[in-house]
C-alpha cells in the first residue's frame, strides 16, 4: 500500500472545505423551484394516511374541491388520519421502507406543512450523509486526504445534491449505506489493533452498531440486502477461514448481519403478506427498455456531470468519464490494499449486476433506474477520490503530470458545481420524469391567470395532484372517474379540462353543449368555449 504524501496539500484543503461548504448551500439553495412530482406527492399521500384508491373514492366524485382543501386532507398530515391509517398505507406500497416516511410524517407534524419543509428534511439528511462519506474513507483507506476528497466530491455530485432536494427516501439511504459499510469496516479494525486490543464490551458495541446500521439501511430502502450481501462477500474473501481469528471474525460479521435482518423482520412480514401487490406496483421494472448501454453511461456521467443531456453516444463528455471511472478502479485495485480495493469491488459490483443481470438475461428496465444504483456510484466516487488524491499528491509541484490532474480535478468541481447551480433553476429535471411533469409550471401559469378557474380532469391521482402543487389554493378542481361529467357550476368563469382524451373531449362537447379549445400544445390542456 502506497504511503500517503504530504507535500504541497494545504491550498488543496482550502479549496475541499469551501466545496464542502458550496455542497451544503447547493442542498438548499431553491429547494422548493422545481416541481413536486408524481413520485412525491406518493410520499406525502402515504404520510398523510391516504392511497391513491381511497381518493379516487373520496375525491374524484365529481363535487367541487379547492386546491388547499385537497393538499390539507391528502397532501399533509391532519387529524383525521392518525399513525395506522399512514402504516396501513405504506403497507399498500411495502416496496418502499418505511423508515423515511415515518421521519417525513414525523417532521410535518413539529415543523409544518409545506413542500420546502418537507424537502428540507431530504436536505439534512444529504448534508449528514456528508460526515458519513468522510467516516467510510477515513475506514476503509487509514489515511487523511483521501476521505477530504470523496467527502467534497459526493458534496458537489449533482447526482446527489439532487436526491438531497427531493421528499423521497434515496438521500436517507444513502445515508445508511456509508453509515453500515463504516461500521462494518470499524469493527473489523478493531479486531487487529495490536497497540491496545479493544475490550470486549469495545467490540460488543462496534458490532452492534453494525447491526443496527444494517436494520436502518434496511428499513431505508430493501436494495440494502444487496449492500449487505456485498459486505457478507467482502469479510468472506479478506478474513483467512484457515485461522481461528479469521472464522470469529467471519462469525461475528454474520450474526451482526442476521441481528439487522432480525429487526427488519416486522417490515420483512410485511411485504411477504403483500408479495402480490409489490409485483403489480414494480412490473413496470420488467418492461424492457432499448439502448440500456447507452442509459448506463449516462447515468454513470451524472454523478460528475449533469446539464438534462440525452443519452446520444456522441457525446465526448460521457466518454472521458467512463474513462476515468475505469482507471480510478484500475488504480485503486492496483495500488490501494487488499482489503479497501476488495471492499469498493463488493459496493459496486454486487448492486450493479444484481441490476444489470436480469435486465441482459430476462429484460427490464431495473439497470436504467438511476436511483437504484447509489450503492455503485458510492464505491466510484471513492475510487475516483482515491486517483486524484494520489495523483496529484505525488507528482512533482508544477510538473506536466501534476497540472494534468490539477486539471482533472478542478475540471470535476466546476462541473459538478455548475450542474448543480442550473439544475436549480430549471423546475423540471430529468429526475422529475419529463413525460410527466415537463408542462406543469407552464399550465400553472395559464390556469392560475384565469378568472374564477375550474379544472376538471379524469387523469391519474399522481398527475393530477403534482399539478395542484402548482396552482393557487383558491383553484377549484372537479375530478371524476368515468364520461359522466359533473355539473359546472355557474360562479366559474374559466373552465379548463386537463388531460382529456380524444373520445373524452368530444363526449365532453357533446354532453356540454361548448367546444374546446387549446389552451396548451400537447392536448394537455383545453378550454372551454360555449358555442355561439
Known amino acids: 500500500m502506497m504511503k500517503h504524501p504530504t507535500r504541497h496539500w494545504s491550498h488543496w484543503q482550502r479549496l475541499l472545505v469551501g466545496l464542502l461548504v458550496l455542497g451544503v448551500f447547493l442542498r438548499f439553495f431553491n429547494i422548493d423551484y422545481q416541481v413536486y412530482w408524481y413520485d412525491e406527492t406518493m410520499t406525502s399521500l402515504r404520510i398523510s394516511g391516504h392511497t391513491e384508491e381511497k381518493l379516487m373514492r373520496e375525491v374524484y366524485t365529481g363535487e367541487p374541491i379547492t386546491v388547499g382543501e385537497l393538499h390539507r386532507q391528502y397532501q399533509y398530515p391532519n387529524p383525521t388520519e392518525d399513525w395506522q391509517a399512514v402504516f396501513d398505507a405504506l403497507a399498500q406500497h411495502s416496496e418502499h421502507s418505511p423508515l423515511y416516511y415515518v421521519l417525513a410524517r414525523w417532521w410535518h407534524q413539529i415543523f409544518g406543512n409545506s413542500v420546502a419543509i418537507l424537502r428540507t428534511l431530504s436536505a439534512l439528511l444529504g448534508v449528514l450523509v456528508l460526515p458519513g462519506v468522510y ?72 458490532w452492534g452498531l453494525y447491526a443496527v446500521t444494517v436494520a436502518l439501511a434496511l428499513y431505508a430502502h430493501p436494495f440494502s440486502g444487496l449492500v449487505v450481501l456485498g459486505h457478507g462477500i467482502f469479510v468472506v474473501v479478506t478474513e483467512s477461514p484457515l485461522k481461528w481469528q479469521g472464522w470469529r471474525r467471519i462469525g461475528l460479521a454474520f450474526v451482526a448481519a442476521v441481528t439487522g435482518l432480525v429487526l427488519f423482520l416486522p417490515w420483512m412480514l410485511v411485504m411477504v403478506e403483500n408479495f402480490s401487490t409489490i409485483a403489480q406496483n414494480t412490473i413496470s421494472t420488467s418492461i424492457p427498455r432499448p ?52 471492499f469498493l469491488i463488493t459496493l459496486m459490483g454486487v448492486t450493479g449486476l444484481a441490476l444489470i443481470v436480469p435486465d441482459v438475461v430476462a429484460g427490464g428496465r431495473r439497470s436504467s433506474i ?19 488524491t494520489f495523483k496529484v499528491t505525488q507528482a512533482k509541484k508544477y510538473s506536466r503530470l501534476y497540472r494534468r490532474w490539477r486539471t482533472i480535478g478542478l475540471a470535476l468541481a466546476f462541473v459538478g458545481v455548475v450542474s448543480s447551480l442550473v439544475a436549480a433553476f430549471v423546475p423540471v429535471w430529468w429526475h422529475k420524469s419529463y413525460a410527466k411533469s415537463r408542462h406543469h409550471p407552464e399550465l400553472a401559469e395559464i390556469i392560475n391567470g384565469g ?47 386537463y388531460r382529456f382524451s380524444e373520445e373524452d373531449r368530444a363526449a365532453f362537447e357533446e354532453q356540454t353543449n361548448s367546444e374546446l379549445v387549446e389552451a396548451f400544445e400537447d392536448g394537455w390542456l383545453w378550454e372551454q368555449r360555449s358555442r355561439s
Open 370 to 388: 438511476t436511483r437504484y444504483g447509489i450503492p455503485s456510484y458510492l464505491g466510484i466516487q471513492l475510487a475516483v477520490s482515491y486517483l486524484l
Open 135 to 206: 467516516w467510510l474513507g477515513r475506514e476503509l483507506f487509514a489515511q487523511k486526504t483521501v476521505p477530504w476528497v470523496a467527502t467534497a466530491l459526493v458534496a458537489i455530485s449533482p447526482f446527489h445534491v439532487l436526491y438531497a432536494k427531493e421528499a423521497r427516501e434515496y438521500s436517507l439511504w444513502t445515508l445508511t449505506i456509508v453509515l453500515a459499510s463504516a461500521a462494518l469496516l470499524r469493527a473489523l479494525r478493531l479486531h487487529r489493533t495490536t497497540d491496545s486490543p479493544p475490550s470486549r464490551p469495545k467490540l460488543g458495541l462496534a
Open 291 to 342: 439502448n440500456l448501454h447507452l442509459i448506463w453511461g449516462l447515468n454513470l456521467s451524472r454523478i460528475f456531470f449533469d446539464v438534462n443531456q440525452g443519452t446520444s453516444p456522441l457525446n465526448p463528455i460521457l466518454y472521458l468519464l467512463i474513462a476515468l471511472t475505469v482507471y480510478a478502479i484500475y488504480y485503486v485495485c492496483r495500488h490501494a490494499s487488499t482489503r479497501s480495493w476488495i
Open 451 to 497: 378568472d374564477r378557474p375550474l379544472v376538471l380532469s379524469n387523469d391519474t391521482v399522481g398527475m393530477v395532484v403534482s399539478l395542484t402543487h402548482c396552482l393557487r389554493d383558491g383553484v377549484t378542481l372537479q375530478l371524476f372517474g368515468d364520461q359522466n361529467f359533473p355539473q359546472i357550476p355557474a360562479r366559474y368563469q374559466d373552465v379548463f379540462v
